[in-house]
């Protein structure tokens, strides 16, 4: 691939930017001083510096984030604290996007990546892939509510949901649930139970798929996914 290619590829800047670069000599290959734009490199078999960096090329780049409140799943927004926002300077440099969204007020697992194609794979609603929510509800929780979510709710547009699986971990004035659904629609969770006359306090979501939310991510950190985590999908 071309030099100007893969340094802004991995962060060094725009295209614009990263030929100032090439012209001060600073980027080598193999211990060879590279300065023409064009020139055709291999990441996986040449060793690539920009001084003494050494270029860790990626293809395409999988995060895992453990999403805080407050915080709105976009790359951009005039008003409001983004994902993108909460990562370092190396990652924002990636054209990096969130697979779905969050509410703005729900934390919890959130894919940030820079592939499309792995997007659409867990977006597409042809493909029915499980969101699994933990949430606390202000309001009894029953079996009623359960037999409920297992048929289908309707909302308040009149959309009735796929069937969900609505676990209670603790049933009382302020309830604690979980619940599993396998579509996405606006508020979905939170409008779910609005039909049942039931309120969300709070929302986190715990797993996407066989994927669960690192235990050890606290709010607003992050990782890459581990191969063995990329396979799961």
Not at 120 to 125: A, G, Q
Request: net charge negative.
């Amino acid at each position: 691939m071309r030099m100007d290619k893969l340094l802004a590829d991995s962060g060094y800047g725009s295209r614009k930017e990263v030929k100032k670069i090439l012209k001060t000599g600073l980027v080598t290959v193999d211990d060879k001083v590279i300065k023409d734009a064009k020139y055709q490199v291999n990441p996986n078999d040449q060793e690539i510096r920009v001084g003494e960096d050494l270029v860790d090329y990626r293809e395409e780049v999988y995060l895992m984030l453990n999403k805080p409140p407050g915080v709105i799943s976009a790359t951009e927004d005039s008003l409001h604290r983004t994902v993108l926002d909460l990562l370092s300077n190396e990652w924002r440099s990636y054209k990096l996007f969130p697979v779905g969204r969050l509410d703005k007020d729900t934390e919890g697992l959130l894919l940030l990546t820079t592939d499309g194609e792995f997007s659409h794979r867990l977006m597409s609603p042809r493909r029915h892939v499980s969101k699994c929510y933990q949430a606390k509800i202000e309001g009894l929780v029953t079996e009623e509510d359960v037999e409920a979510f297992s048929k289908g709710v309707q909302l308040d547009d009149g959309y009735m949901t796929k069937p969900a699986e609505l676990v209670i971990t603790e049933s009382a004035d302020m309830s604690y649930i979980e619940l599993t659904i396998t579509e996405g629609k606006f508020h979905q969770v939170k409008r779910m139970f609005k039909a049942r006359g039931k309120t969300v306090i709070t929302l986190r979501r715990k797993s996407i798929g066989k994927l669960e939310l690192d235990p050890e991510l606290k709010p607003g950190e992050y990782r890459e996914l581990t191969s063995e985590e990329l396979q799961l999908f």
